[in-house]
């Protein structure tokens, strides 16, 4: 990956609920599965910012699904990570494992 | 409540974004919504532009309110107040009633901020006396917003 194309943190954030989520991700989920594995309550307007980003990136793909009567008859936007986005994701996760390796978090402060 | 706060502060707001929100808002508090909606026009960045069509909503027809009542009460012949005609009244009932059409037609076809705007309007001149200055600059600049948002201008 080119230096400036590094994933930024809320990149990695929404990659990895991509990845966990598959076929289930849109909006909410995706805001959902951040605020729940990291305790942050996220912004759905920096989700959308972000996934734009992405998208543009070619790291995401998104699709339009059905209508639905609980949205006020609006139509969810599902994304996907793509093969770019699935290495990309892995990258940045192994750097930061390498970066991790040998800390020792009680001696930091 | 939900759908005049879309319509205000994320004008041209993908149905996407709009969907997620009307779904969390069935199980979050006002104040939630209300936050996650300032901040999502943030990140929309349309802050400035928002700003502007709720100046437009609210000074157009204050603007006109003020000034075709001003300018009817200088129709009618021997009277001894300014302060309340029938006629005037009426003609600024029409003036408003034509600029809330408009104002519907310019944000495509949503009436419920405009019919909002124009009561809570009618309120404020009704109360106030602000300067038409004030008012023509928060018309101008919501007009090029509203234009601008609408891609009639770059």
């Known amino acids: 990956m080119p230096k400036g194309d590094a994933l930024g943190g809320f990149e990695q954030l929404i990659l990895l609920a991509l990845a966990h989520l598959g076929d289930e991700a849109y909006g909410v989920s995706i805001r959902k599965e951040i605020s729940a594995r990291t305790g942050r309550d996220v912004n759905i307007g920096a989700v959308y910012s972000t996934l734009d980003r992405l998208e543009s990136k070619g790291l995401t793909t998104s699709k339009t699904g059905e209508p639905t009567a609980e949205r006020g008859g609006r139509a969810k936007r599902f994304f996907r990570l793509t093969a770019a986005g699935s290495s990309a994701l892995e990258e940045s996760c192994r750097a930061i494992e390498g970066m991790m390796k040998g800390l020792n978090w009680g001696e930091l402060a | 409540m939900t759908r005049f706060l879309f319509a205000v502060l994320l004008p041209g707001a993908s149905e996407h974004l709009l969907g997620d929100l009307e779904e969390e808002a069935q199980t979050k508090s006002k104040?939630?919504?209300?936050?996650?909606?300032?901040?999502?026009?943030?990140?929309?960045?349309?802050?400035?532009?928002?700003?502007?069509?709720?100046?437009?909503l609210l000074g157009l027809p204050l603007l006109l309110t003020l000034e075709l009542r001003r300018f009817a009460l200088t129709l009618i012949p021997f009277r001894e107040s300014a302060e309340f005609s029938f006629s005037a009244l009426l003609f600024t009932a029409l003036a408003i009633a034509a600029l809330a059409a408009w104002e519907t037609r310019l944000l495509g076809g949503r009436w419920l901020p405009v019919i909002l705007a124009t009561l809570l309007t009618a309120a404020i001149a009704a109360l106030t006396n602000l300067p038409a200055i004030l008012t023509a600059a928060a018309f101008l600049g919501g007009l090029l917003a509203t234009l601008r948002r609408q891609g009639d201008i770059a």
């Open chain 2, 31 to 56: 104040f939630w919504l209300l936050r996650q909606v300032t901040e999502a026009a943030a990140y929309n960045s349309n802050l400035l532009e928002t700003a502007a069509a709720t100046a437009f």
